[in-house]
């Protein structure tokens, strides 16, 4: 996946300068991090979402790299002094899909069918739903989750859709799951490049690629994730939309069982994009109290 969203942002940045089409003008650079290493345990479990991008960002600093293509949802919600987030690519579709060979839907799955996700987040909304599934921790790449999904490891899975639309594989989604049913994770569906602070060379050749409104939208959910100070030990959901340019936001905090929930909304304008989201997250905790892991 990693390499198929870098070559992705390869191709769209040598189509935006052919000048850089030389030999060698771009390359892309293999870095193995601790998050695609351990495959048998949950992320919070081992240290949270950024071991997905420690390797990559000392990479960074080390002039090993210029650029760093992430999937914004694996990006911590606070960089290293130095480095930042420079573009943001028009965001994918955020939802999530649901996969199975015993039902056509997450509503026709068999009680206490086996279901699997290692996603504190995705688990908390599926119980909140059908308190009687099994949910089995799951991880590894997407071939990989396939193939236990054929083997009959589990009944089914929840996958980002964008997913595998990049891999072309969305025709295994049994089910679209909408936003109501499974509100995406932050920063879902949108790829960020993390750039060394000040580097105005790099910042003007990724301006063609560069969304502004998936930018305040991504902007809003992770304001609003800083808000909460939210980890990968807590199950939280949220997700930014433009209506012309008005922004509409949702957040969600659940207890990672799905016994309970406080969902929240809030509209604005597109340039308040970071306001609202502290405040939505601001809301939220206050509306939590001390009874969902956020102390």
Known sequence: MALRQTALVRDR?????????????????????????????????????????????????????????????????WLPDGLEIACVLARDDPRDAFL????????????????????????AQLLRRRPDLVVVPIRGNVNTRLKKLD??????????????????????ATEILSRDVMLPAVGQGALAIECRAGDDGLRRLLEPLHDPGSAACVKAERAMLAALDGSCRTPIAGLAELDGDRLVLEGLLLTPEGSAEIRARCTGGAGDAERLGTELGGELRRRAGSGFGLD
Do not use: N, W, Y
């Not at 870095?31 to 071991?51: H, M, N, P, S, W």
């Not at 083997?151 to 295994?172: F, I, N, Q, S």
């Open 13 to 77: 940045l040598l189509a935006a300068h052919p000048d850089l089409t030389a030999a060698g003008a771009v390359e892309i650079v293999t870095i193995r991090t601790t998050g695609d290493r351990v495959q048998d345990r949950r992320l919070a479990e081992i240290g949270g979402k950024g071991l997905f991008t420690k390797e990559i960002e000392e990479a960074l600093f080390a002039g090993r790299i210029d650029l760093a293509v992430h999937s914004l949802k694996d990006v911590e919600t």
């Open 100 to 123: 199975s060979t015993q039902a056509p839907s997450l509503a026709a799955l068999p009680k206490d069918a086996k279901i699997g996700t290692a996603s504190l987040r995705r688990q």
């Open 151 to 172: 083997g009959g490891e589990v009944d089914a899975m929840v996958l980002a859709l964008c997913g595998l639309e990049r891999l072309c594989l969305a025709e295994h």
